[in-house]
């Protein structure tokens, strides 16, 4: 299965997102960086929840809607006010999700407060014609009760924020349109200012859409943005948020967007893979779903090589979720709530991956062998590791029999393992 056929700016919003094709080349403020026991938590966390959900949730064809559709602003209103009315309270919704990422052993959540539609899903004082959820549809403050709701359910709260809005002239000719362009900038300023001054604690700043005019990177867009400004507003706010690099700022970790899969080595830096679970980010009625299987390989794959995995769900416009999406989730929470000790709190191990075969985390002692095509694996000799291995075994307890011959070191996997998408072998290495 592959995502929903992407054409244009939307293909190429998500190409500039990725790991593989991004850079460091972002203007950087060394005053902004944050330490590395600043981001402990969320290197421990590993896996995190995505929630996309506005009114292009009650048109269901995804959240590029308006701008693919071409949908007149007056149009986008009605669908605002008349169709986007969930049937439950901003509570009972919010609890649904909630519920779903505890199922699926998530740690972080992360709302869209903003896309590029330009409807806050909060009570914004700063927004342009105060198209808000607060006067629209069922007036309600759902960013409100997103945060509410995390942290009474023990998870980390973030936000996701695009200070990029179709409605402005002056996105898609910054230049030729310089007052339409500021009043976008003033209105960012203004809505990060209420999100991170009036919500309690948020920890993750996720960041989207910096780019003008649908073209180049969100450095390029430096020039109006400006980003190290606008950062060292928010950490006056929320002195230890962690930020995607989307405003144009470097930001606190990398994204590579896309269910596409993950591959070489470690990599040496914060990063997370975000991919949604159906084909599309935002609702489309009767989206294909990537398989429980095809989640454990995931969240293996970015572990392995050091990243988070954050994963979106698209709820419909009362604020549920399709039950194939679920079905998916408490799949992987039912494989995490066994086998979580391999990832949670885990770094990128002694034995860099092999794309479709192997990988490895450790913590400590103990380095966990994430084995993803036995088949493959079979026979094959790995690196000896610096340190003596002590014992190998299952999750079940079972013994894994290994020889060390030379400079490497092959297991052998019990014939009897149950079927898995990700076989775990618990290494000591002392």
């Not at 290197?43 to 995190?48: F, I, N």
Request: charged share 25%.
């Amino acid at each position: 299965m592959s995502e929903h056929e992407m054409t244009g700016a939307e293909l190429r919003s998500m190409l500039k997102s990725s790991v593989s094709l991004g850079t460091m080349n972002f203007p950087d403020e060394k005053s902004l960086h944050l330490d590395e026991e600043d981001t402990k938590w969320w290197r421990d966390a590993k896996l995190g929840l995505f929630i996309h959900w506005g009114v292009y949730s009650a048109i269901g064809h995804g959240e590029w809607a308006y701008y693919n559709e071409q949908i007149p602003p007056e149009e986008y209103r009605r669908i605002a006010a008349e169709e986007f009315v969930p049937d439950r309270s901003p509570d009972e919704i919010i609890e649904d999700w909630m519920k779903i990422a505890e199922g699926a052993g998530m740690k972080y959540a992360v709302m869209t407060a903003r896309h590029h539609d330009g409807f806050a899903m909060w009570d914004s004082k700063s927004s342009a014609g105060g198209f808000t959820s607060a006067n629209y549809g069922a007036r309600a403050d759902y960013v409100r009760a997103f945060t509410d709701g995390c942290r009474r359910h023990g998870l980390h709260t973030g936000l996701y924020y695009s200070p990029m809005d179709w409605r402005f002239e002056g996105y898609f000719d910054p230049k030729g349109k310089p007052e339409s362009a500021l009043a976008m900038k003033k209105q960012a300023y203004g809505q990060l200012r209420e999100l991170c001054g009036e919500y309690g604690k948020i920890e993750i700043l996720w960041y989207d859409g910096g780019w003008l005019a649908h073209s180049g990177t969100d450095a390029d867009s430096a020039w109006l943005w400006e980003p190290i400004k606008m950062n060292k507003m928010v950490r006056e706010l929320q002195p230890k948020i962690m930020v995607t690099p989307r405003s144009g700022y470097r930001g606190d970790f990398l994204t590579d967007e896309g269910a596409h899969p993950v591959t070489g080595d470690i990599i040496p830096y914060l990063w997370e893979k975000c991919m949604s679970v159906a084909a599309s980010w935002g609702y489309r009625e009767g989206d294909p779903v990537y398989s429980g299987d095809y989640l454990i390989r995931m969240m293996a794959n970015a572990s392995c090589r050091g990243g988070n995995l954050l994963l979106n769900i698209g709820p419909d416009k009362n604020g549920r979720v399709p039950d194939e999406v679920v079905t998916s989730l408490e799949k992987l929470g039912t494989f995490m709530s066994k086998y979580g000790e391999a990832f949670y709190g885990t770094r990128g191990g002694v034995w860099q991956p092999v794309d479709g075969v192997y990988g490895s985390t450790e913590s400590g002692e103990d380095v966990y062998l994430h084995v993803v095509d036995r088949e493959k694996f079979r026979g094959m000799t790995l690196p000896l590791p610096d340190g003596q291995i002590v014992s190998a075994e299952t999750f079940g307890g079972d013994r894994v029999s290994f020889e060390i011959d030379g400079g490497g070191v092959t297991f052998a996997l019990p014939e009897n393992l149950p079927e898995c998408a990700d076989t775990i072998i618990k290494i000591k290495i002392i």
